[in-house]
């Protein structure tokens, strides 16, 4: 486990210590060590290796690209699916290789949507945070910048009105977050989605299905409900990722699948997100009803 260790910021740390379902995400546990990573296991998506494009940006699929900007997070979820990389993997830190970054994407015109993610691309300055985003955001071929961030959910104060109102100006910028579970969605995140939603900035939530955290239908309604509450479009649940140290995490296919009917046996299409697993080797996030 010292190759991850147990982080977490001062508003994680609040939230752990008053939510159980929270704090099984913040805390390590012995379970993590049972399964060694393989090689395999550590980079399931060759994200260091055949996904590579240039340092710091990645491709697995032909209209978008995923660039790494941080290594560091707000916090280390333990059921991260890069949690053996973090550290290892180039990052665009500097303006050379951003510019890097900028030129594949400018050679490639089918890209025409770019994923900022890290680690935390919002544990960098409000003028990084916007070098990254209007340099691809000023690309014409490119019609979305996804700022991808769990900082709603763990260090909402990160999001002000002055970050919110800078990152609607292009109006390109998408965000995606991840909340778990509805005790997440406290009145700190609730004001952080409503500065970005009154930016003009879409937001939705991509969860991780965890294995006592919200593995119930109960449970995931309560969550699907409360982000829907704060205007942030529950958009998908995955499975968690095949990756070493998240065994104890994991909800059997079935379970998951009884959770998405009893889902959406209760809630509107608006509220529903799509229940998927990200397959190795896959063109498409595989739906659950086709596993």
């Given at each position: ?11 994680a ?21 049972r ?11 060759g994200?260091?290796s ?10 697995r ?5 995923l660039?790494m900007?941080s290594g ?5 979820c ?8 973090l550290?290892?993997?180039?990052i665009?830190?500097t303006?050379?290789?951003l510019?890097?970054c ?6 490639r ?10 680690g ?7 003028e990084?945070?916007?070098a ?5 955001a ?26 919110a109102k ?25 004001k ?13 939530c ?5 294995k ?8 995931m309604l309560?969550?699907?409900r ?33 959770i ?6 209760r ?9 998927v697993?990200?397959?190795p ?11």
């Open positions: 486990m010292s190759d991850f260790p147990e982080f977490a910021c001062a508003y740390e609040r939230l752990a210590a008053s939510s159980p379902r929270f704090a099984r995400q913040c805390r390590s546990s012995g379970l993590e060590a399964s060694a990573p393989s090689r395999k296991l550590a980079d399931p998506f994200e260091l055949r996904a590579g494009r240039c340092p710091g940006l990645k491709q699929f032909p209209d978008r690209v660039v900007t560091r997070c707000f916090m280390n333990r059921h991260c699916t890069r949690r053996w990389l550290g290892r993997s180039e665009a830190d303006p050379e290789r510019q890097g900028v030129d594949y994407v400018r050679a015109p089918k890209v025409r949507d770019v994923l900022l993610s890290g935390d691309i919002l544990t960098l300055d409000d990084k945070v916007l990254f985003v209007d340099a691809f000023g690309l014409d071929q490119v019609e979305m910048v996804r700022v991808c961030t769990r900082a709603m959910a763990v260090n909402p104060g990160r999001i002000t009105a002055k970050l800078a990152l609607g100006r292009s109006g390109k910028v998408w965000v995606n977050t991840q909340f778990n579970c509805a005790d997440e969605v406290t009145d700190e995140a609730r952080a989605a409503a500065r970005l939603v009154e930016a003009g900035i879409p937001v939705s991509q969860t991780v299905l965890l006592g955290v919200n593995d119930s239908g109960a449970e309560r969550l699907l409360a982000l829907s509450s704060a205007r942030i479009r529950p958009y998908y649940v995955f499975q968690c990722d095949p990756v070493a140290g998240i065994d104890h995490f994991r909800v059997p296919l079935e379970k998951a699948k009884r998405e009917r009893y889902c959406a046996e809630i509107g299409g608006l509220s529903l997100p799509r229940f697993a990200d397959i080797g896959a063109g498409r996030k595989v739906p659950l009803d086709l596993l």
